[in-house]
Nanobody, 115 residues
Framework: QVQLVESGGGLVQPGGSLRLSCAAS????????RRWYRQAPGKQRELVAT???????TYADSVKGRFTISRDNAGNTVYLQMNSLKPEDTAVYYC?????????WGQGTQVTVSS
């Protein structure tokens, strides 16, 4: 059974940094893409960053230059380094893996940017 577990969220002041982690287990097939999404209260879930199997990365315009997605060599953990955080980055952040024609989701981790 595929399981994605996010960690690293919390409360941070504007301008601060956080690093989110997503640990995957139970995966026995190739993952095409690993993604981070976020959902703020009253808003739709939005795609934040993607890292493809070959290593190519893409970002939402709102986070370009501030966020970096990466993964470990084994591909079991994907990270989201978030710098220069803004109050509008406040949201629940979700890890997503796409493989074998299916999307898998973690339970989410709360990120709150506030002074």
């Amino acid at each position: 059974q595929v399981q994605l577990v996010e960690s690293g969220g919390g409360l941070v002041q504007p301008g601060g940094s956080l690093r989110l982690s997503c640990a995957a287990s139970g995966i026995s097939f190739s993952i095409y893409a690993r993604r981070w999404y976020r959902q703020a209260p009253g808003k739709q879930r939005e795609l934040v960053a993607t890292i493809l199997n070959g290593g190519r990365t893409t970002y939402a315009d709102s986070v370009k230059g501030r966020f970096t997605i990466s993964r470990d060599n084994a591909g079991n953990t994907v990270y989201l380094q978030m710098n220069s955080l803004k109050p509008e980055d406040t949201a629940v952040y979700y890890c997503n893996h796409n493989g074998a024609g299916t999307d898998y989701w973690g339970q989410g981790t709360q990120v709150t940017v506030s002074s």
